[in-house]
């Protein structure tokens, strides 16, 4: 039986409202960022548009346009933030942390972009023997570019680590790209007012081989998030020894994860005690689920399924009568027995590959009987049922 597990006590429901809290407060903070970026590109880009035709500097003029392109990218991060810090709802019950990673994935591709255009600009100026040369300007606002790009990265990538957001992540390296590509048009300007106006273009091809890299990267992480690519082994090892120490777990033997944006989901097969009550065995489920979101911060949903022997080793045989046929026949095969009109309740155990079953009867049945009285009862019991498909076993118990 799988243990469903719906928050149902008070403690319950204030975690769920941590939860929502934690996801409300990580949109208000990455919104915030993605405004912050925005206001500095727009004010940078027309900068640096304005100064590079005035300064006759192309580069400046393109890196512009590159500033002016991140207004983009800010734009996605809000709109990503907005919708993944919604609580799940009825068409997205894991929540909506999909929306931060394929933000992260479409910024991954950006940066590709951006790098060959990096690499394209530097090849042609490589081979272009005609640079005008820039007037000294243009110096000066690609050092405020550099300055204004950098700490924008250390910004973002500050709030990035603080939320585990690997959409910030991605928007702090980009930030950084450009200041690398500032870097470019700096190093291209004094080179080509000290005559040496090919090493911008050099410089543009490496950099723009950088970050290439880093956009390959981050679009690896998201179509393996997208895929649901299991959490690192470290952190699996982190939560199979957390579910491990709850009391009552003899094993697991089925651990699967998955990302959702920063947050993970887990669900897992535990073994317990097969003679356990449904309501302890949830009550065990429950300690485990609490337990991993409790130890391993990027869990924040635990599907806990209880299973009283290892299936994997002995799969449950699904062609065993269920519980009403088979009470149907058992009440047919002990129809001669006087004693079975004076069964209380029936328990049945579903283990390795049968059924053994249980008979809770009035103690006052075994009152006037010896062991050797009470042992020959159970025998009758348990010939009567041998031609009852899929009993291995009958019990008495008396209460």
């Known amino acids: 039986y799988e243990a469903s597990l719906r928050m149902s006590d008070s403690s319950s429901h204030a975690s769920l409202r941590d939860v929502d809290a934690q996801r409300a407060e990580r949109g208000r903070s990455t919104r915030r960022v993605a405004v912050v970026s925005g206001s500095v590109n727009l004010l940078l880009s027309i900068a640096q548009v304005v100064v590079g035709l005035v300064a006759n500097s192309a580069a400046l003029v393109a890196d512009g346009i590159h500033s002016a392109s991140d207004l983009l990218?800010?734009?996605?991060?809000?709109?990503?933030?907005?919708?993944?810090?919604?609580?799940?709802?009825?068409?997205?019950?894991?929540?909506?942390?999909?929306?931060?990673?394929?933000?992260?994935?479409?910024?991954?591709?950006?940066?590709?972009?951006?790098?060959?255009?990096?690499?394209?600009?530097?090849?042609?100026?490589?081979?272009?023997?005609?640079?005008?040369?820039?007037?000294?300007?243009?110096?000066?606002?690609?050092?405020?570019?550099?300055?204004?790009?950098?700490?924008?990265?250390?910004?973002?990538?500050?709030?990035?680590?603080?939320?585990?957001?690997?959409?910030?992540?991605?928007?702090?390296?980009?930030?950084?790209?450009?200041?690398?590509?500032?870097?470019?048009?700096?190093?291209?300007?004094?080179?080509?007012?000290?005559?040496?106006?090919?090493?911008?273009?050099?410089?543009?091809?490496?950099?723009?081989?950088?970050?290439?890299?880093?956009?390959?990267?981050?679009?690896?992480?998201?179509?393996?998030?997208?895929?649901?690519?299991?959490?690192?082994?470290?952190?699996?090892?982190?939560?199979r020894q957390a579910i491990l120490e709850v009391d009552g777990v003899e094993a697991l033997h089925i651990l699967r994860s998955r990302r959702s944006g920063a947050e993970a989901l887990v669900d897992v097969h535990i073994q317990v005690d097969p003679y356990l009550s449904v309501s302890e065995a949830h009550y065990v489920s429950e300690r485990v689920r609490k337990k991993v979101i409790s130890d391993v911060e990027e869990v924040n949903d635990v599907t806990v399924h209880i299973d009283p022997e290892n299936d994997e080793r002995v799969p449950l045989n699904l062609n065993l009568p269920n519980r009403s046929v088979l009470l149907q026949r058992l009440e047919k095969a002990w129809s001669e027995i006087e004693e079975s009109r004076r069964i209380a309740h029936t328990t049945l155990h579903y283990l390795e590959g049968g059924i053994q079953v249980e008979l809770i009867m009035p103690v006052d049945v075994a009152l006037h009987r010896d062991d050797n009285e009470r042992e020959a009862l159970r025998q009758r019991f348990a010939r009567a049922a041998r031609d009852v498909d899929g009993v291995e076993s009958v019990r008495l118990l008396y209460r």
């Not at 690499?119 to 000066?140: H, K, Y």
């Not at 690609?142 to 585990?164: M, Q």
């Not at 957001?165 to 950084?176: C, F, K, Q, V, Y």
């Open 73 to 239: 990218s800010d734009v996605l991060v809000w709109f990503a933030a907005r919708h993944a810090a919604q609580a799940p709802d009825k068409d997205h019950p894991y929540g909506h942390g999909r929306f931060e990673t394929a933000a992260t994935l479409g910024l991954g591709i950006l940066l590709a972009i951006v790098a060959l255009g990096i690499v394209w600009n530097g090849v042609e100026r490589l081979f272009d023997a005609d640079r005008p040369i820039p007037g000294e300007l243009a110096l000066l606002v690609a050092a405020i570019g550099i300055a204004a790009k950098e700490s924008l990265y250390w910004y973002t990538i500050a709030v990035a680590k603080r939320l585990k957001s690997d959409m910030l992540r991605a928007n702090a390296w980009h930030h950084r790209s450009d200041a690398l590509s500032s870097i470019v048009v700096l190093t291209g300007v004094g080179g080509a007012l000290l005559g040496f106006t090919y090493m911008d273009a050099v410089a543009a091809i490496v950099v723009g081989f950088m970050v290439a890299k880093i956009g390959w990267d981050l679009s690896a992480h998201s179509v393996r998030e997208l895929v649901d690519t299991a959490l690192d082994p470290e952190r699996q090892e982190v939560i």
